[in-house]
């Protein structure tokens, strides 16, 4: 893969990586130089541009198509960076209790007493370098490296929410309870995420944070990252849909949120776009109207009320209960009256099946989609047992489509799937390469709407070392060091620090979608000219 540098002209990107066909990853010399081109495309985005997204040495810019991302490389080569100016306004103070169990370790780790780390801590401002791991988690830098620690050998499965923590050069707060493999000092009382906010995140890049010694805090519970009951719509008497059973896991989706990489929250969305999108076709919604993804067969609605629906996808038979019980084809409208239930079986071939109907899956947005995002916790919850989704008025059309054909879907023989090389594929030689596109993956069952997790025979990195996080997008091939690859999908976090070989085509990554569990993957590299 070619990397296009500039010369020795200060202020200006020092290199442009390609990620995928639709994205572009800019080098910098320095955090000052990452917060600066943050903020330009923040304050002034280029045309095309759809998201941003600043790590520990890169930014990565995202656009809307390929033919965007290659204006959006001319531009950023010619862009002058300009250091934003700086107020006390931004100052973000956080008051912390130093009382975390792994105080005396970092102690001990520094050379410091557990009073010096506290002042080491409070004694110097601290800024947002990027976001990622977690709505609300800012991983932010200090202006000394006395409390740069490594992270801890074995992460703990559950970090509580509020923990203060040090990992590596970085300090920051979990936002709400999950794993976590750096060291906790303290905790705080500050909401780092709260959707009631009009800016949801307490710090964001680019911001000032000054960590504040006190004697206690308020506790303040986990905040969901999930709008209240009451406004998913949920309960009876409404039209639309009852859940009866959801099968393995059934989420809402819609075409998913973009634009809120700074704030550590990625697109998600149907993974087999194409598919919700012909559903909501055949029931004369909006392109972007929600509707039910489901996996492997096994969701069970009953109508309440009559309803319009359609199921795209994974092929299934379909299965209506009523006074006079009958099967229905897939990709066609159909009536499902007051009372009838409807049955997706188990796929015979594909992996995900979508219902969309007419008017679309009515739940509450989250930063403007109605999308389940697994890995952040944004959005609808999985569906339950008795819950009702109501029908709302997303329609662009007062006619139903006609049946549509479906494309092949993957069974039992090989995937195939084409791969950009880059943005790290100097990480690995040519025969890292040639086992890549050379060997049959298989997916295994670890696998989620995060990633897939494949299993094989392991690559090999020619480099020692780990590479410092980066943004990273839907279709990257992420090689931790066991070397078996992970497939990131639309739920994967934003930012990553294993080396990225290549980049699934924007346009196969409905087809990976399908790709069940137990199935068999082969890519294949092509190119593409930034």
């Given at each position: ?458 690559l090999q990195r020619t480099r020692k070392g780990e590479l410092p996080s980066e943004g ?59």
């Amino acid at each position: 893969m070619e990397v296009e540098t500039r010369g020795s002209k200060p202020r200006r990107i020092r290199a442009l990586r390609p990620v995928g066909t639709r994205a572009v990853l800019a080098e910098l010399d320095g955090l000052k130089d990452v917060l600066a081109l943050q903020d330009m495309l923040t304050r002034a985005p280029l045309p095309g541009q759809v998201d941003v997204v600043a790590a520990a040495e890169t930014v990565m810019v995202v656009g809307e198509s390929a033919s965007a991302i290659r204006a959006i490389r001319a531009r950023l080569l010619e862009l002058d960076i300009t250091t934003p100016e700086v107020t006390g306004s931004g100052l973000v103070v956080i008051d912390t209790v130093y009382d975390g169990e792994d105080l005396t370790d970092v102690a001990g780790i520094t050379g410091l007493s557990p009073d010096a780390v506290v002042a080491a801590h409070t004694g110097q401002v601290w800024t947002v370098a990027f976001a990622g791991f977690a709505p609300g988690f800012g991983y932010m830098v200090g202006q000394n490296d006395v409390l740069t620690v490594p992270r801890r050998p074995s992460p703990r499965t559950a970090v509580p929410a509020g923990s203060v923590a040090l990992g590596g050069p970085y300090s920051a707060v979990y936002p709400r309870s999950s794993p976590g493999g750096w060291h906790l000092i303290g905790r705080t009382g500050a909401r780092m995420w709260d959707l009631e906010r009009t800016q949801p995140a307490l710090v964001r890049p680019g911001d000032r944070v000054q960590y504040r010694a006190v004697r206690e805090v308020v506790n303040v519970a986990a905040v969901s990252t999930r709008p209240p009951e009451s406004e998913q719509h949920l309960g009876s008497g409404l039209s639309g849909l009852r859940i009866l059973k959801p099968g393995a896991q059934s989420l809402v989706e819609d075409l998913g949120r973009r634009g809120y990489g700074p704030l550590g929250v990625s697109a998600a969305g149907a993974l087999d776009r194409a598919s919700l999108r012909r559903a909501n076709r055949l029931v004369g919604n909006a392109a972007s109207a929600a509707a039910i993804e489901s996996v492997n067969g096994g969701l069970v609605v009953e109508a309440v009320g009559d309803q319009m629906v359609a199921v795209t996808g994974a092929p299934s038979t379909l299965t209506v209960r009523s006074s006079s019980n009958r099967t229905v084809p897939m990709a066609t409208p159909f009536v499902l009256l007051d009372g009838e239930v409807l049955t997706v079986g188990p796929p015979e071939c594909g992996f995900r099946s979508y219902l969309a109907v007419r008017g679309g899956v009515d739940v509450a947005e989250v930063l403007g989609s109605r999308s389940a995002d697994t890995m952040s916790g944004v959005g609808p919850a999985p569906l339950v047992p008795g819950q009702v989704l109501p029908a709302g008025g997303n329609t662009v059309s007062a006619a139903v489509g006609s049946p549509e054909l479906q494309p092949d879907f993957p069974s039992t023989g090989v995937t195939v799937l084409e791969v950009v090389p880059g943005p790290r594929d100097d990480w690995f030689d040519s025969s890292a390469i040639e086992s890549l596109t050379s060997q049959e993956w298989v997916v295994t069952p670890q696998s989620n709407r995060v990633g897939m997790r494949l299993d094989g025979t392991p690559l090999q990195r020619t480099r020692k070392g780990e590479l410092p996080s980066e943004g990273t997008v839907a279709g990257a091939l992420q090689i931790p060091p066991a070397g078996l690859p992970v497939l990131f999908l639309a739920d994967h976090p934003i930012t990553g620090g294993y080396p990225v070989i290549g980049v699934v085509r924007e346009e196969h990554l409905d087809l990976a979608a399908q790709v069940p569990i137990g199935g068999r993957i082969r890519f294949g590299l092509t190119t593409f000219t930034p």
